[in-house]
């Protein structure tokens, strides 16, 4: 009796040291490492990717799409419609954001894109004007005239045909940073009608803005719309 009491001693004594060397490398010593190496050799991204103006002030993350919309006319109307304040370059659009309806003491943005095919809604293979409210060739429609509509000034007109895909698409997350150079460009007249700026003031920040394939084959070109934005709101401020 005494052998067996004396042997599940000693098992437990080993347990509980081993938890404890455990705990040690695991709980203490591994993640020091990791976040020192990672303060040590990436520490902007282990920051969590911030953005910062000419002031030093953090923006934003690089990797977290925003939005820039004029006030709410009606702060108390959940189903007022966004608008769009022009003076900035926008982003894609973020059907996929949404509030927690669920627990509304807890403000939270919901990442996710629709599920709607990409043909829903269409008129014999085709999105067109006739298709049904609420479909997503609808929305691609609403979409692609109020891009037309914004970005008309009067000495440059948007064509239909050159508005570009993310322009009326959201990512699949709903949360994507970038736009194409392509959309950039075409937002850069209304950009520079909005805050008195020259045209080819604006088209220097989008062309700086650019950022190029990843390793040179990876992905497309692309521009990060909160740092061109806080590129903008710096030369405005001269």
């Known amino acids: 009796m005494n052998t067996s009491v004396s042997s599940t001693l000693r098992l ?15 709980g ?20 969590g990717s911030e953005i910062k103006d000419k002031s030093g002030q953090v923006v934003g993350s690089e990797l977290i799409g925003q939005t820039y919309n004029l006030p709410k006319q009606n702060p108390d109307d959940a189903e007022e419609a966004a608008r769009p304040d022009l003076k900035w370059f926008q982003p894609r659009p973020s059907n996929g954001l949404g509030s927690n309806s669920v627990n ?7 990442s996710g894109a629709t599920n709607r095919s990409g043909d829903n809604g269409a008129v014999n293979g085709q999105c067109t004007k006739d ?8 929305q691609v429609i609403a979409a692609k005239d109020a891009v037309v509509a914004d970005n008309s000034t009067a000495t440059y007109q948007v064509k239909p045909e050159d508005v570009p895909a993310d322009a ?13 150079p392509e959309y ?7 950009v520079a009608e909005q805050n008195g700026l020259d045209v080819k003031q604006v088209e220097k920040l989008v062309e700086d803005s650019t950022e190029s394939r990843t390793l040179g084959f990876i992905g497309e ?6 740092k061109l934005n806080t590129a903008l709101r710096d030369l405005v401020k001269g």
């Open 28 to 47: 203490v010593l591994y993640p020091l490492a990791v976040t020192g190496i990672a303060q040590a050799l990436f520490n902007d991204k282990a920051n």
């Open 12 to 26: 437990i004594g080993a347990g509980l040291r081993a938890l404890l060397v455990l705990t040690v490398i695991c």
């Open 184 to 190: 950039a460009e075409l937002q850069v007249h209304r």
């Open 221 to 226: 070109p692309r521009v990060n719309v909160l």
């Open 168 to 180: 009326v698409t959201s990512s699949g997350s709903g949360l994507d940073p970038h736009i194409s």
């Open 131 to 138: 298709a049904e409210e609420g479909t997503l060739c609808a």
């Open 104 to 110: 509304t003491q807890y403000s939270l943005i919901l």
